[in-house]
C-alpha cells in the first residue's frame, strides 16, 4: 500500500470546492453546489493544463447550452429529445476539439433539463455558475509549489553519478580490475527520467516559457549516459592495461573532479586533444593484445570527445557551477 499522503493539488480541490460553493451560494445561484464541481473537474497539474481545461469546459458548457435550448425548446424536455440531443453534441464537441469538457457541459445541460424551462434567468444563472467554478479553478491554479529546489536536488544527485562512474573508470585503468558492480548506471537513467519530467512539468507552469534550462541541461546529461553506456565495455574488456591507459585514466579522473553544470568542456576537449598527441607519441604495441587495448583506448577517447562536445552546446545553468 501506498503511504497515506495529502499533496497540494489535493489540498487545492479541497479549496476551491469550498469556495466555489460559498460564492456561488453567497450570489443566490440555483444548483451552487456544481459549481464546486466544475471547479474540481478544472483542477490540473500545471497552469497551462489547467487554463486549457477550462477552455474547453467553458466552449463546451456555452455549446451545451445551445443544443439544449433548441432541443428542449423545441421538441420538449423528455429522454428521447435528450438521447438524440446527446448523439448530435458529442461529435460537435469531438471536431472543435473541445471534448474534455463533456462533463462540465452535461451538468449545465441537466440542469436545464431539469428545470424544463429555459429563461433568461436560468441561462444567467448557468453562466454564473461557469464564471464561478472555472474562475475559481484558474485561481487555485495559479500555486503550484516551487519546484526549483528540487530539480537543484536532482541536478547534483546526478552530477555525483557521473563522478562516481567516472571515479570507478580511472580507477579500472590505474589498476586494471575493480569490484563496481555499475549500479550508478541504473540509478541515473532513473534519476534523470524524473528530472526530466518534473523541468517539463515547470515549463507548463509558466505560461509564456517555452523551454526550461534545467529540461535542456536534463536531456544533455541523458545523451551523455547513452555515450557513456556505449563505451564502457572497451575500457572494460581490454585485454591488457597498456602504457596509454595511464594517460587516459589521468584525463579521466579530472574529469571526475570537475563534473559540473557550468560550461568548461571547451578546456577539456584542450586537454583531450593534448591525451591525443602524448598517445600518438608512445611506442607502437609489441603485441595482438596491446594493439587491441591501445586501439579501444583510442576509440574510448573518441567517445568521450564526443561526450564533451554535446555539454559544449550547452551553454551551462545560470548561477550554478
Known sequence: MKPFRIGYRTVKTAIGAALSIAIAQSLGLQFFTSAAILTILCIQT??????????????????????????????????????????????????????????????????????ANFTLSLFYNELGLMTVGFGVALLVNLYMGDIQKRLDKYRIEIEELYKTIFS????????????????????????????KSLAYIDVENHLTRRENEYYLYFDMRERQLEI???????????????????????????????????????????????VKKEFAELPLPETHEKFLAMASLYQFIEEMDEYLEIKQTFKGLKGKK
Open 228 to 274: 557513456i553506456e556505449r563505451v564502457l565495455p572497451k575500457i572494460t574488456t581490454l585485454p591488457v592495461i597498456v602504457q596509454q591507459a595511464q594517460l587516459v585514466a589521468s584525463f579521466m579522473k579530472e574529469l571526475s573532479e570537475n563534473v559540473h553544470s557550468g560550461n568548461t568542456a571547451r578546456t577539456f576537449r584542450d586537454k583531450l586533444d593534448i
Open 168 to 195: 570507478e573508470i580511472y580507477k579500472y585503468l590505474e589498476v586494471g580490475d575493480t569490484d563496481w558492480d555499475g549500479r550508478e548506471l541504473i540509478e541515473a537513467e532513473k534519476l534523470l527520467n524524473k528530472a
Open 46 to 115: 500545471t497552469k497551462k493544463k489547467s487554463l486549457h481545461a477550462v477552455y474547453t469546459r467553458f466552449v463546451a458548457s456555452l455549446l451545451g447550452m445551445l443544443y439544449s435550448f433548441i432541443a428542449f425548446e423545441t421538441f420538449g424536455y423528455n429522454p428521447y429529445v435528450l438521447v438524440i440531443m446527446i448523439l448530435l453534441f458529442i461529435p460537435s464537441i469531438v471536431s472543435i476539439g473541445v471534448t474534455a469538457g463533456f462533463i462540465s457541459s452535461a451538468v449545465i445541460m441537466m440542469h436545464i433539463y431539469s428545470e
